[in-house]
């Protein structure tokens, strides 16, 4: 009776019997998100068939799975090179934005000296400054840096894309951070350095972490710039080099190879949002967005 | 000795602490923002030097057709796409976080999983869905009697139009409903319970707790909506480029021709001026849907 209660009771508690419009309801649910997931299913079983059966009917399902296909998108469409190559961006990325943004906004969160607001707010402030596109203009400063065409270029312009947004956040959790621990540190001895790494830092580890999973998903699914700023095709993260593969097919119609780097591809991302799901979704449900 | 001081100084730990993030910052955010307002005014096509021309670009602008017609195109799009996004995601927030359902849970995990796919792969997997003979879009509809055949939906100028929405939705909804969920989460459930001691029903427990609680959220979400007007682009560019002959161009891909296109001469600077114009129309909108939201605010407060 009790489980039956918890699962019938809405927000108020009150218990209620299951009325038709709730079967309807569950059910349209239900269908719902069949026809969401439908397009990847598609994917998934398509890239274990042959060309044959992927020709034969859209619905036609594997008869044996051809696992060679993700061997061969690996091998011979180049994707194993591209993974090494978002592997180094992503993860430069990540890290350099970690270290650039950790260490100012420490300083921005628990000292205060003149300038220190003038300072937040420069960089705070160009959130409110929206719809500047920057395509044109990145290209260009980029270029007169000499940074194109490098992986390591792009590191140092991504590591600066979620500095702002990023600063909202983390300057907000420092400053809720109390002072014992880093005064404790002072009476030891400690200099400012150690004080961060050892006493700042930790405390900023479960923010850090939730900015570091949005850091992932923004570098990793991010097609426009490496598209725009590197040139060699074995210097391409994965996103540019599926695209420019799936150019390819025109050619080739080696479909259900090509399916399968997308599903190489969206394993990242899935794991991860299967792992950190609720820091995922919890970041959005705030509670009440106040412009 | 005064090396040694100067190092442990408070002054030197924040200047070395500060200065990195300072630094990338203005270099690789502020810097293309700023030029952002001079590049308009020069004609640079990325080898030689610019050459200031003045309002030159912006004349040559109000007569190009080719952008306002792709500026319409972004324009169809956002007026499809948003209410859709927007009264889908409150539907489904408002049964789910309401009716708690046990396996609300899965859902939300499953709604919200591709709005963080990559965006490469949700173009090309559509892209591809497309397909007039092997696409599976065709498969479901001749499965369940609207036989279209082989129609390739991408190619044709009007339904190409039609068949981007989807892609855009289905990845675009689920973020919203994540935020309706948290604000509606957040009404104080005495306000439901008072309700429905009075017997009222799930729709007037809506329309009169939840929306206007959640009214500020709303609000905030319509402004992210209309800075989200000339947005459509990647996807775009992947699916369909703009075509067929334009058809699907907007402003996005437009200004990425002109720069990057494949044309023969970049023009920069005629990139960037449409740059600005974007700028200045959506500063334009920001600021009179915000004068409007607000007095509709003040007249429910007096009333």
Redo the contacts between chains.
């Keep these: 009776m009790i489980k039956l209660a918890k699962e019938n009771q809405d927000q108020t508690g009150m218990v209620k019997r299951q009325g038709v419009g709730d079967y309807a309801l569950r059910t349209l649910l239900a269908l719902w998100a069949l026809i969401i997931i439908l397009p990847l299913l598609w994917v998934v079983y398509t890239s274990l068939k042959t060309n044959q059966e992927f020709f034969m009917s859209a619905w036609s399902w594997p008869k044996a799975l051809q696992w060679d296909n993700y061997l061969r998108a690996w091998k011979e469409l180049g994707i194993g090179k591209s993974v090494f190559n978002t592997l180094y961006l992503v993860a430069g990325s990540m890290f350099l934005n970690t270290f650039l943004l950790s260490t100012g906004c420490y300083v921005l969160a628990r000292f205060k000296f003149p300038g220190s607001n003038i300072i937040y707010w420069f960089i705070v402030g160009s959130y409110f400054v929206t719809g500047l596109n920057t395509m044109v203009t990145g290209y260009i400063l980029m270029r007169q840096l000499h940074l194109i065409n490098s992986l390591t270029g792009l590191i140092a312009y991504y590591a600066a894309q979620p500095l702002v947004f990023n600063t909202l956040i983390l300057v907000a959790s420092m400053k809720g951070q109390p002072k014992e621990l880093e005064e404790a540190a002072c009476i030891d001895g400690a200099t400012y350095w150690q004080t961060f790494f050892h006493v700042g830092l930790p405390l900023a580890g479960p923010t850090l972490l939730t900015i570091n999973i949005l850091n992932f998903m923004r570098f990793y699914n991010d097609f426009l710039h490496p598209l725009l700023f590197i040139r060699d095709a074995n210097k391409f993260p994965l996103s540019v080099a599926i695209y420019s593969m799936s150019q390819a097919m025109a050619y080739r119609a080696d479909w259900v190879t090509l399916f399968a780097a997308f599903v190489i591809m969206m394993l990242p991302t899935i794991i991860i949002y299967a792992t950190f799901q609720k820091n995922m979704t919890n970041n959005l449900m705030v509670g009440s967005l106040k412009g | 000795m005064k090396w040694k001081e100067i190092i442990?100084s408070?002054w030197f730990?924040?200047v070395t602490?500060?200065l990195?993030?300072?630094t990338?910052?203005i270099?690789?955010?502020?810097?293309?923002?700023i030029?952002?307002f001079y590049?308009p005014f020069t004609e640079?096509d990325?080898i030689s030097q610019p050459v200031w021309v003045g309002m030159k670009n912006f004349k040559i602008l109000a007569h190009d057709s080719d952008l306002w017609s792709s500026m319409k195109n972004n324009g169809f799009f956002w007026a499809i796409t948003m209410p859709l996004n927007f009264f889908i995601a409150l539907i489904?927030a408002y049964?789910?976080?309401?009716?708690?359902?046990?396996?609300a849970n899965?859902?939300?995990?499953?709604?919200?999983?591709?709005a963080?796919?990559?965006?490469?792969?949700i173009a090309?997997?559509?892209?591809?869905?497309y397909h007039g003979r092997?696409?599976?879009f065709?498969?479901?509809l001749n499965?369940v009697g609207f036989n279209v055949g082989e129609k390739y939906w991408l190619t044709h100028s009007f339904y190409a139009k039609l068949a981007l929405i989807l892609p855009m939705v289905?990845s675009g909804w689920a973020?919203n409903m994540?935020?309706f969920?948290?604000?509606i989460?957040?009404v104080p459930?005495s306000l439901?319970?008072s309700a429905?001691l009075d017997g009222a029903s799930d729709r007037v427990k809506l329309f009169k707790i939840t929306i206007p609680i959640?009214w500020?959220?709303m609000?905030?979400?319509i402004?992210l909506g209309i800075?989200s007007l000339?947005g459509a682009?990647?996807l775009i560019l992947?699916m369909t480029n703009g075509g067929p002959a334009g058809a699907t161009e907007v402003v996005?891909t437009y200004?990425?021709k002109i720069?990057?296109g494949a044309e023969g001469v970049a023009a920069?600077g005629y990139?960037?001026a449409?740059?600005l114009i974007?700028?200045l129309v959506?500063?334009t909108i920001?600021i009179l849907a915000f004068r409007f939201m607000d007095r509709g605010d003040a007249i429910e407060m007096g009333g």
């Design positions: 442990h408070k730990f924040i602490a500060l990195p993030m300072l990338f910052y270099v690789f955010c502020v810097v293309p923002k030029t952002a590049y640079y990325g489904v049964i789910l976080a309401q009716k708690n359902y046990k396996e899965v859902y939300k995990v499953l709604y919200y999983l591709p963080i796919l990559p965006g490469v792969i090309l997997m559509w892209q591809f869905a092997y696409g599976i065709n498969a479901i499965l289905w973020t994540l935020i969920m948290g604000a989460n957040s459930i439901y319970e429905e959640i500020e959220t609000k905030t979400m402004f800075a000339f682009f990647e992947i996005g200004m990425y720069a990057f920069f990139a960037a449409i740059g974007l700028f959506l500063s920001s």
